[in-house]
Structure formats: structure tokens, C-alpha cells
């Protein structure tokens, strides 16, 4: 039995499947399996992943017969998994070659169900990283439970973040790895009607239900921005669909079903959690209707106050980003001008 699998749903992956597999193969843990999971996908991933099997890659290819979505191949994943620990790699990100040593060790020392870590942050058009999201910003091994986990989860935009024009640190964008026995034990999956929010689900379900999970210091996953405030531009290989009501539901029946097991102040923070939900939702319709010529959808800002707050995060990372590349193009004119 293999000390950890890693599990990596794939859609039409072909251009960058490679990378994430060789970011595997560069561990310092050998005591491995990778599960890919190919979510019926109509280009060439099958026969990229079965020429790098072809290679030498020890590689368990699971073939999705309909495209069900990253949950469903996760879950596929999940249930073909014989490691002791289950960790998932999207097919556009990489690990750093300590990272699953490091959680191990973390894990077996503290008797952890769930692990994670800190992100180094990939800007694709920039081809660099530029940053990193520190979701333990100190220098030691840091508990999580679900309180501290949903204070950062609820996406609602603080002032902080409005006035700066940065985006705050999103718990439910931690790639743990998990015990297998615990989600086997506790009957835990991923929601397959979440195409989105769906760690945001899992995470706060084991949780609930007792995990021991703490976050290391080290960021060891690269991450690949959907989208980059850095360069202004989106991942081609990102095909996330904005759909939260599958989270609010969500929401509503964890709050139905842990009732009385729920602390006020844990209560009050997945209260937030469905606020901030509904907010980004509503935002991103008034978008979509401005984009459209819909000018009578700003009334929509008056229907639900916590939109404002995603406008005014929007627009400060813009005016953010637009002094930026002014500058730069100054900075550019200035250097070409011939020195007197």
C-alpha cells in the first residue's frame, strides 16, 4: 500500500499534464501512487497521459465516461486511492519537490487527519511567480479548526482589501492532503453538484466533524492563477464557471444538520460564509448585465449592500493595476530616450 496518492482530475489537459505529473516524480517521497483522472476529455490528454505511462511514468489512468466535473474526478480518484493519505493536484499546478515528505512527517508526528500548506503563486502570461499566499503567516505549525478556517472563507471584501486594492488571503483555496481512513470513516466526498466551492464544502465538513488539521509555514504548492492581477490577463487552461448555488444549499444544510453542535460564533462565521456567497454571486451578475448593455441592473447594487463591497474591491484593483502598467510605460519611454 503506498504511503500517499495523489489524485489529479484532468480536462483537456494535454498542454500542461506533463508538468504536473514530473512535479510528482521529482518528490522526495517515493512511497507513491498518481491517479489520473481523465474527465472525458476531447483533446488529447488520454494519449499524452498514456505516453508518459510509455515512458516509465507509474501512472493509473482512470477514465471518466462523461465529463462530470473536478468533484466527480476527485471523488473518482478518491475511491480508486490506496494510500494512507490522499492529496490532489489540479493538472495546471505543481508541487515543490519537499512537499509531500514535509505534510507526511507533519502528519505522522501530530497525528493529523488533515494537512496543508502555503502557496507560491504562478502568473502564466508572466511566466514567473509573483507572490505567495501565506495561509499560515507564522514561522511554526499552526492548528485549524473550523472557526479560524471560515473567518477566512466568507470571500466578503474587508476595507483593508478595498482601500489597498490586494486580495486578502481565501482559506477554502488550501490544497491539504487527507487522511484516507478519515473521509472513508466519516463518508466524506466532494458535493458533485459544486462546480465551484466545492473545497470550501469538503474542508469545512471534516472540520466539523473533528479533523485534527493544522497548516505548516512552508508554501509547496504552486498555484496557477485563474486569473492575475499582476498581469491583467486568464489562465487559458482555467474553466471555472461561476455557479454558487449549489455553496449557498450547502451552507443551508450544515447549518441544519450540525445545529446544535455549532458554537454561536461558528454559527454567526457560516452565516457570513452564505453572505459573502450571495454577494460575489450578485456581483458577478451585475457584470455580466452592464457587459450587456443592462444600465437598469445598478439598482442591483442597492438590493443587497455587500455587492458594494465587491465593486469597490473591483474597481481599486484596476485603478491598482492601471497606475501600474502607466508607470511602467513611462518607465519604458524614459530608458529608450537618447541619454544627453
Known amino acids: 500500500m503506498p504511503l500517499v496518492s495523489i489524485v489529479i482530475p484532468a480536462y483537456n489537459a494535454a498542454a500542461f499534464i506533463h508538468r504536473s505529473v514530473a512535479s510528482i516524480q521529482q518528490q522526495t517521497l517515493t512511497d507513491l501512487e498518481i491517479l489520473v483522472v481523465d474527465d472525458a476529455s476531447t483533446d488529447d490528454t488520454i494519449a499524452t497521459v498514456e505516453a508518459l505511462i510509455a515512458e516509465g511514468a507509474e501512472i493509473r489512468l482512470l477514465r471518466q465516461e462523461k465529463n462530470g466535473g473536478v468533484a466527480v474526478a476527485r471523488n473518482t480518484g478518491i475511491d480508486q486511492a490506496r494510500g494512507r493519505y490522499i492529496a490532489f493536484l489540479d493538472a495546471d499546478d505543481i508541487f515543490l519537490p519537499e512537499r509531500l515528505e514535509h505534510l507526511v512527517q507533519q502528519a505522522e508526528a501530530q497525528q493529523l487527519d488533515v494537512v496543508g500548506d502555503n502557496q507560491v503563486l504562478l502568473d502564466l502570461h508572466l511566466g514567473r511567480h509573483v507572490g505567495a499566499t501565506a495561509f499560515n503567516p507564522t514561522a511554526q505549525l499552526k492548528a485549524m479548526d473550523a472557526l479560524t478556517f471560515l473567518k477566512r472563507a466568507n470571500n466578503i471584501p474587508?476595507?483593508?482589501?478595498?482601500?489597498?486594492?490586494?486580495?486578502?488571503?481565501?482559506?477554502?483555496?488550501?490544497?491539504?492532503?487527507?487522511?484516507?481512513?478519515?473521509?472513508?470513516?466519516?463518508?466524506?466526498?466532494?458535493?458533485?453538484?459544486?462546480?465551484?466551492?466545492?473545497?470550501?464544502?469538503?474542508?469545512?465538513?471534516?472540520?466539523?466533524?473533528?479533523?485534527?488539521?493544522?497548516?505548516?509555514?512552508?508554501?509547496?504548492?504552486?498555484?496557477?492563477?485563474?486569473?492575475?492581477?499582476?498581469?491583467?490577463?486568464?489562465?487559458?487552461?482555467?474553466?471555472?464557471?461561476?455557479?454558487?448555488?449549489?455553496?449557498?444549499?450547502?451552507?443551508?444544510?450544515?447549518?441544519?444538520?450540525?445545529?446544535?453542535?455549532?458554537?454561536?460564533?461558528?454559527?454567526?462565521?457560516?452565516?457570513?460564509?452564505?453572505?459573502?456567497?450571495?454577494?460575489?454571486?450578485?456581483?458577478?451578475?451585475?457584470?455580466?448585465?452592464?457587459?450587456?448593455?443592462?444600465?437598469?441592473?445598478?439598482?442591483?447594487?442597492?438590493?443587497?449592500?455587500?455587492?458594494?463591497?465587491?465593486?469597490?474591491?473591483?474597481?481599486?484593483?484596476?485603478?491598482?493595476?492601471?497606475?501600474?502598467?502607466?508607470?511602467?510605460?513611462?518607465?519604458?519611454?524614459?530608458?529608450?530616450?537618447?541619454?544627453?
Open 158 to 340: 474587508s476595507l483593508r482589501e478595498i482601500l489597498s486594492g490586494h486580495r486578502g488571503t481565501y482559506s477554502p483555496l488550501i490544497k491539504p492532503m487527507i487522511r484516507r481512513d478519515f473521509l472513508t470513516q466519516h463518508g466524506l466526498r466532494y458535493d458533485p453538484a459544486c462546480k465551484i466551492g466545492e473545497d470550501f464544502d469538503l474542508h469545512i465538513r471534516c472540520l466539523l466533524e473533528g479533523a485534527r488539521a493544522a497548516l505548516v509555514p512552508q508554501a509547496y504548492y504552486v498555484y496557477t492563477l485563474a486569473y492575475s492581477d499582476y498581469s491583467a490577463t486568464r489562465s487559458p487552461h482555467s474553466r471555472t464557471v461561476l455557479n454558487l448555488k449549489p455553496v449557498l444549499r450547502n451552507i443551508d444544510q450544515l447549518l441544519q444538520r450540525y445545529g446544535g453542535r455549532l458554537s454561536p460564533v461558528v454559527r454567526r462565521e457560516l452565516v457570513r460564509c452564505k453572505s459573502g456567497a450571495r454577494g460575489l454571486e450578485r456581483f458577478e451578475q451585475l457584470k455580466t448585465d452592464l457587459y450587456r448593455g443592462r444600465v437598469h441592473a445598478l439598482l442591483g447594487l442597492f438590493a443587497l449592500p455587500v455587492v458594494w463591497r465587491y465593486t469597490a474591491r473591483s474597481t481599486t484593483i484596476k485603478l491598482r493595476h492601471l497606475s501600474t502598467r502607466l508607470l511602467d510605460r513611462r518607465r519604458a519611454r524614459r530608458a529608450m530616450e537618447p541619454s544627453h
